[in-house]
């Protein structure tokens, strides 16, 4: 099955700086590409997706950028705020339909 | 829509009893997922089914987990018995295609 690796597991930045965070994954199958974002006690939500025919996504002040080559995919923030902190999830979909595949999470924390 | 629904939110129970989780998907949707979520392991998918039928349980720690879906409306994840290892956040989750939506999760603690 696919396997997804992500990094860091924790980061740590001040308010107003841009944060990155960075996956692999591992099969060449794979074509959907989301990233979930978990608050303290609440649930994961998708803040952003890319399919594997588009090399990069924006949404406002969140982007994503997918090289399909080299099999990574990263998720960038801008003008970081202390409401970004979470933990933040990167998953793909590979040749399994219907399932994703998820990272271990990265642990953002945007100090004031 | 309100979104995929769990209950209960928390729930706590003593070592050796018996302990279901309750999840209604999103309508229309056909696959479900049942994750369970800790400090240590992260997110593990336990079992997700296809139009009411079981893809995949290869995650589902022993055999005294067990899932159902008797219906595209509604599943259980039971665990009988019970053990303080099992202690951690479920979540249910349904698709249509692609991207997940994630219910509210059911806090379980066994004690």
């Known amino acids: 099955g696919e396997n997804v690796e992500q990094h860091p597991s924790t980061l740590s930045v001040q308010e107003g700086d841009s944060a990155v965070i960075k996956c692999t994954y591992s099969?060449?199958?794979?074509?959907?590409f989301p990233w979930y974002k978990q608050e303290l006690g609440k649930r994961p939500q998708l803040i952003i997706d890319i399919r594997s025919n588009v090399g990069e996504k924006k949404d406002q002040r969140i982007a994503v950028t997918l090289n399909k080559t080299a099999k990574h995919f990263s998720l960038h923030i801008t003008e970081t705020q202390p409401e970004d902190s979470a933990v933040y999830f990167c998953a793909a979909c590979g040749s399994t339909l219907g399932r994703l595949y998820f990272g271990r999470g990265t642990q953002l924390t945007v100090w004031p | 829509d309100a979104g995929v629904i769990q209950s209960p939110r928390h729930e706590v129970t003593e070592m050796g009893q018996e302990v279901t989780l309750r999840c209604k998907p999103i309508s229309g949707h056909d696959y479900l997922f049942w994750y369970r979520q800790t400090m240590m392991r992260g997110l593990e998918l336990l079992i997700y089914?296809?139009?009411?039928?079981?893809?995949?349980d290869s995650g589902m720690p022993e055999d005294r987990f067990s899932a159902k879906m008797p219906n595209a409306s509604f599943s259980t994840l039971k665990i009988q018995p019970s053990e303080p290892r099992d202690s951690a956040v479920y979540f249910c989750a349904s698709s249509y295609r692609d991207g997940y939506t994630f219910g509210s999760g059911t806090r379980l603690t066994v004690v």
């Open positions: 089914f296809n139009n009411n039928v079981p893809i995949d």
């Open positions: 099969d060449s199958a794979s074509n959907y």
